[in-house]
């Protein structure tokens, strides 16, 4: 049987305009996925759309059309930039879909018949643009705490969850499951906050009809974040709990931004204790995009726009930016010029010019066919010492999730192929004929090494990784059992190599 890995986006809310956050979170998904389904998993891959909820239906108002149509048309907007991204999910759940619908009014129900939720009365002060209510303690001069916009006062029946019921167990939880959530300082704040007492959580609303209605109680609507986390396992075919859920459920992980942690591992995991269901088994919390050193935010006109990447640097240098530039769980600050001095140096300088060079020279020398190599130098020897432990080490960097250690251990191993050219000298090798040996495997330890890098590479960069191992005369898509050191076969065909990346000269806006 395969062993099997989920993994999963957040559903992002359809009141908001694709940005650099959204195209990040799916991005580490995507890479994840694709590293895993080289190593020989299969993967399910979850992103999709979150379309109920006060915001949607203001927003649909204003806009003058109804909220299903305005979710249709940003919806779309997702897709198109997930396919420009190349993200490769396997679903796309919209909390509109009737399989949505249907799993949450189950799971509701569930806790309700088990005395789990009750009716009562609400009175709090609540942020529309949050979906949060907060205590009379956590407002500050009547404003949101989380982003600092006007609060209103409500009062209205409701629904309750005895979220307080599950704070033991779910300290217990995160004790004796330390890698729950990730990574550790976001760990520490939950369980401060789990320890300071868990109230009982509103999770019905009267005051707006856009959402799943509670069962048994058409005037009630189910709160848009007990509605929305569901979709981590009615995309599996819950309530169903053969098939896909039995096969993929529990979550490897959870990959969230920061800001909605609180709901994936406090709210999340009291929902699922209730339902008799498995927790997740990781939550991981990335941290926030910069711009120039600011906030990213509309009325800053700051927000950094993916498909205008795309479009100017090419969608595989956008990718390999955006996971190389900042250790995955930290801030990080986007800049152009960082964006173009990556492309510069790190594609155009050291990756396109290692590939270049090499497909040059055996084409000069050996007529572009790979030869069999003699036994291996002293240098030749840490070289390929050097590419083996690349691909440990990725292995577990990968566990980690820390995409940037990744490709800095991959792009030891691009520094140390062009430091061997020089070592070697492959050109003073040529014009000694009792030479043509050690060249031939000087050739060979090169085009091998990279033919290593591009497989793993095939993670990040999808297209950039297939170029290079269609000019290293590479037939098929790279899988597991190609990992090795050897498998270039004498013979192969190698095609002298177009630069991959070239290099921006103009002027940074």
């Not at 080289?38 to 379309?51: K, Y």
């Not at 969230?256 to 939550?283: C, E, N, Q, S």
């Not at 050291?350 to 020279?361: H, I, Q, Y």
């Not at 040529?430 to 497989?455: H, I, N, W």
């Amino acid at each position: 049987m395969s062993r099997t890995f989920y993994v999963t986006t957040p559903i992002y809310y359809v009141n908001d305009v694709p940005h650099i956050g959204h195209a990040y979170t799916t991005l580490a998904a995507d890479v994840l996925t694709r590293y895993k389904r080289l190593m020989g998993h299969e993967v399910f891959f979850l992103t999709g759309t979150d379309e109920h909820g006060q915001k949607v239906e203001k927003a649909a108002n204003a806009a003058g059309e109804t909220p299903l149509e305005l979710a249709d048309r940003v919806m779309k907007r997702f897709q198109a930039l997930w396919e420009k991204l190349d993200i490769s999910y396997s679903d796309f759940i919209r909390t509109t879909q009737e399989r949505h619908k249907r799993g949450v009014s189950h799971i509701f129900s569930k806790i309700m018949e088990q005395g789990d939720i009750y009716l009562g009365e609400y009175e709090d002060w609540y942020c529309t643009p949050c979906e949060t209510f907060w205590t009379e303690t956590q407002v500050i001069d009547n404003k949101c705490p989380d982003c600092n916009r006007p609060v209103e006062k409500l009062k209205e029946e409701s629904y309750f969850f005895r979220m307080s019921k599950y704070q033991e167990a779910l300290l217990a939880h995160i004790e004796a499951n330390p890698d729950f959530i990730q990574p550790k300082s976001k760990r520490n704040e939950i369980v401060s906050f789990v320890k300071e007492g868990l109230r009982d959580l509103s999770v019905s609303r009267t005051s707006f009809t856009w959402g799943i209605p509670v069962p048994g109680n058409e005037k009630h609507v189910i709160y848009v974040w007990f509605d929305a986390l569901t979709n981590y396992i009615t995309a599996l075919g819950y309530p169903d709990e053969a098939g896909d859920f039995a096969r993929f459920w529990p979550a490897d992980v959870h990959l969230i931004g920061k800001d909605i942690l609180r709901f994936h591992a406090v709210y999340w995991p009291t929902f699922l204790m209730a339902a008799g269901l498995p927790l997740p088994k990781k939550v991981f919390a990335h941290g926030w995009w910069t711009v120039e050193g600011q906030k990213m935010s509309k009325s800053l006109q700051n927000v950094v726009e993916p498909n205008m990447l795309i479009d100017r640097y090419g969608v595989d240098a956008v990718r390999y930016f955006l996971l190389r530039e900042v250790p995955f769980g930290l801030d990080g600050d986007f800049s152009h010029a960082a964006l173009v001095h990556r492309i510069n140096s790190d594609l155009a300088n050291d990756l396109g010019n290692l590939l270049n060079r090499s497909t040059a020279m055996i084409n000069k020398y050996f007529d572009g066919l790979v030869q069999t190599p003699e036994e291996l130098t002293e240098t030749d020897s840490a070289y390929r010492a050097k590419t083996e432990e690349m691909v440990r080490q990725v292995e577990a960097f990968m566990e980690e999730l820390a995409f940037s250690k990744a490709l800095q251990a991959i792009w030891e191993v691009v520094s140390a192929g062009n430091k061997y050219i020089d070592e070697t000298a492959p050109w003073t090798l040529a014009k000694d004929p009792s030479q043509k040996g050690r060249l031939a495997t000087v050739m060979y330890c090169l085009l091998e090494s990279q033919r290593l890098v591009y497989f793993l590479l095939s993670a990040f960069m999808p297209r950039t990784a297939a170029k290079g191992l269609a000019y290293l005369g590479w037939e098929g898509a790279p899988a597991a059992d190609g990992l090795s050191w050897g498998m270039l076969r004498e013979g192969t065909r190698i095609t002298k190599a177009e630069p991959l990346f070239p290099r921006i000269e103009d002027k940074i806006e």
